[in-house]
């Protein structure tokens, strides 16, 4: 399996763009979760998908992020629109929804705001 | 609510030295948990996790952790250092959502060096 797929690795945008970020989780796995990585918070759930339906979206910053999860093999997180303090790494995970199934993490965007 | 602390923001050892990294939780039922390792530029992959039984676990890599309920702890242990450890190291806790594995709870990280 080629492991989670992140596109695009890197991101650069100007302020007030939209950025859709993509994610197609290993086959098989019915979980997938959003995170976003910065030196100052560290690793933050934004959402969390269960067999395609969003359970929690308590880590979404505001109303200018947006995911979904229009089938078992694809997911997009949007921001729009884009700003500075949105600069980060973005992971997407995948496991099974079963009690001891660790998550598995794509490489990461990287996205630049500026 | 879950936490986790790693209390050792960087950690500098020489090659082929022991290495202990640090990790309290603080969740209200029996935890779910994890140690993921981050190369520079990469994701995290997982190390070892600990769900029920034998509270030492063997992961990749060499390393090992031993929970320990009464400490609230779980931490990582590797008896010889190599250079290629050389990564940040991320501790985490597993929520549950109606008995499945939820989303991961996780500590700042502990960035260790090695020296040669």
């Known amino acids: 399996d080629a492991g989670v797929i992140q596109s695009p690795r890197h991101e650069v945008t100007e302020m007030g763009q939209e950025v859709t970020l993509r994610c197609k989780p290993i086959?098989?796995?019915?979980?997938l979760f959003w995170y976003r990585q910065t030196m100052m918070r560290g690793l933050e759930l934004l959402i969390y998908f269960n067999n395609n339906v969003p359970i929690d979206d308590s880590g979404m910053p505001e109303d200018r992020f947006s995911a979904k999860m229009p089938n078992a093999s694809f997911s997009t997180l949007k921001i729009q629109p884009s700003e500075p303090r949105d600069s980060a790494v973005y992971f997407c995970a995948s496991s099974f929804d079963r009690g001891r199934d660790e998550q598995y993490f794509g490489p990461g965007t990287r996205l630049t705001v500026t | 609510a879950q936490s986790v602390t790693q209390p050792d923001i960087h950690i500098t050892v020489s090659e082929g030295a022991s290495l202990e990294l640090r990790c309290n939780y603080s969740y209200g039922a029996t935890p779910y948990l994890f140690w993921y390792v981050q190369s520079p530029g990469q994701g995290l992959q997982l190390l070892l996790k600990y769900f029920s039984g034998d509270t030492l676990v063997q992961g990749i890599k060499g390393f090992e952790a031993e929970f320990k309920r009464s400490q609230s702890s779980f931490n990582l242990r590797k008896p010889s250092v190599h250079w290629s450890d050389a990564a940040e190291y991320f501790c985490a806790v597993g929520r549950n959502y109606g008995g499945s594995q939820g989303n991961l709870i996780f500590g700042k990280g502990t960035k260790l060096s090695v020296k040669p």
């Open positions: 086959s098989g796995h019915n979980s």
